[in-house]
C-alpha cells in the first residue's frame, strides 16, 4: 500500500529501454494477447498495448492496483486494449493456451517460482513465449545484501544455475536473454527518490506519515550501491515450450 500512497507509476527496472528489449527479445507483435502478472500499476502493460498495439491483461494478486490500472489505461488511451484483473500467478483462472506471451517482470523471487512457471506455460499458447525478468545472484551475496533484497525473508533471489534446474524440470528453454548490472537498479528506485524529494521538499504529510518505509528504502539502497556491483544482476528471459 505505500506505492500505492505514493502513486509512483511502477516502471520495469531500465524503464522504457529495458521494455524495447522484451519486445525485440521476444518478437511481441500487434496480434498477441499478452498477459501481465504482478503488473502493479500497469506500466509494462500499458507500454506495449500504447506502444505495440496488443491486446493486453494486466493483472495483480492486490485488487488494490485494479482501480488504478484502468485509470491510468484510459488516461493514456488504451483502455479499450487493456483489462486490468485480480489474479494470483500460482492459480490463474485462465484456460490453457489462452495467451501468445505472459510476462512476469519482478514477480518470481516474491513467490513459489516453480509452481508459478507452471501455471504461465499452462495458460501460454503452444508456440507462445513466456517473459520473465528476475533479479539473479551472480555469487554469494553479503549478508545485509542479501538481507536488503530479499526484503529480510519475504522473497528469495536465486542463481542463474538453480533456474536452469526448474526451466528442466518444466521442459521450458531459453530462447533468447539479457543481463543488467547494476545501473539497472538505480533506474527503478529513480522515481521514488525523486517523489522523497519532493515531499520533504514541500512539507508533504505523507513524508512524515511513511517515515519507516522512505528509511527503510534508503536503506536498501545504499546497501545496494555499497554491495551491489558484480553481485547482483537483473536477467531477461525470453521462455518457450520444448
Known sequence: MFYIDLDLDLYSPGGDG??????????????????????SSGYCSRFLAKNYGCTTVASDINPAWVPVIEAKAKKDGVGKLLTARREDVLSLTFKRLSFDSVLANGVLYF????????????VTAKEGRIIMAEPIWLKNPPFRLRRALEWEGQALIETRERYDEIFKELNLTVKAEKSYG????????????????????????????????????????????EYGEGIISYALMVLVKG
Open 18 to 39: 529495458f521494455l524495447r528489449d522484451v519486445v525485440s527479445l521476444s518478437n511481441i507483435s500487434k496480434t498477441d494477447r499478452l498477459l501481465e502478472v504482478g503488473a
Open 111 to 122: 513467490t513459489d517460482k516453480e509452481k508459478a512457471l507452471r501455471e504461465l506455460k499452462r
Open 182 to 225: 547494476l545501473p539497472i537498479f538505480e533506474n527503478y528506485y529513480q522515481p521514488a527518490l525523486d517523489k522523497i524529494s519532493l515531499w520533504k521538499e514541500i512539507g508533504s504529510p505523507y513524508y512524515t506519515k511513511h517515515t519507516a518505509e522512505i528509511d527503510n528504502l534508503l536503506e536498501e539502497i545504499g546497501v545496494v550501491r
